[in-house]
């Protein structure tokens, strides 16, 4: 009898071909968003599960599924998962880093121009008609190029990120857990480490690339975005929870910063409905990684993660070697 297993959400068909190799998939390509109890009922009698950042995977289902071996996350970020819990029940849980960083990066900067120079709010005033004529003072941005890039999270996307910098002849600093070693700082257009406080207070532009966690919850509060600069942008490409929305919200909405990019939000995808009223925020539908390749990549890589955590090999991104 082969080995079960679950692909949780609707993935590239060579992908369930190339698992179906060596196990018997159950696979879910109409993309039905199971509840809780629903996925926990589906793993059952799974030894392992490729499931998305929108699979919230906790203790009561790990628990409650006997025979599992692996969780393997199609995404870098792991806080969807339970890792405590996972670790206590010796259930591999691996992600899929390093595949995405310089799409993501990309996309930081994507959504980086289109805040800072208002291309989506003119776009928008331009379909609707509005172009009469041309004016000096016709939606004025701000520069990014020669400017001050603030980096909170200086893993290898931030890096990525910064490096892009180099062309906008700009100046970068972060901000992370610890300081990163100087060949990085170097490699990350000599990218100089401040305090949180600092970094708000000079950036012209906020990049949040850290990852979500209890300690990073509402990293950016009233009290983070009262220390910006007016003229600040924001761009969150990396989880809804750093940022308090509702705080970011009422700042907009008062002007007290100039404007947000936003790909993640609290409570995704039913986000905070007051983002539709404001015209200085660029919203997108967390697509930062979404490059045909890249998603190729990261669905490929997520499976060999569960072919290796099923056939005795250590999983090449495995999260909590126990
Ligand atoms: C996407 O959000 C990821 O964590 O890969």
Known sequence: MMIKILVARAVFPEVLEKLAQHFEVESNQQDTIFSEAELAARMRDKWAVIAT????????????SPHLKAICNMAVGFNNIDIA??????????????????????????????????????????????????QYDGFLGTDVHGSTLGIIGMGRIGQAIARRSLGFNMKVIYHNRSRVSTDLEQGANNAFYVSKE????????VILALPHSVTSHHTIGARELAQMKPTATLINIARGGIVDDAALINVLKHRRIAAAGLDVFENEPAFHPDFLTLSNVVLTPHIASASESTRRAMANCAADNLIASLTGQQPPNLLNPF
């Open 85 to 134: 819990a996972a670790s206590a029940a010796r259930v591999m849980v691996t992600n899929t880093p390093d595949v995405l960083n310089e799409t993501t990066a990309d996309f930081a900067w994507a959504l980086l121009m289109a805040t800072a120079r208002r291309v989506s709010e003119s776009e928008h005033w331009l379909r609707a008609g509005k172009w009469k004529k041309w």
């Open 53 to 64: 950042a929108s699979e919230r995977i906790g203790a009561a289902t790990i628990a409650s």
């Open 198 to 205: 600092e970094l708000l207070s000079i950036s012209d532009h």
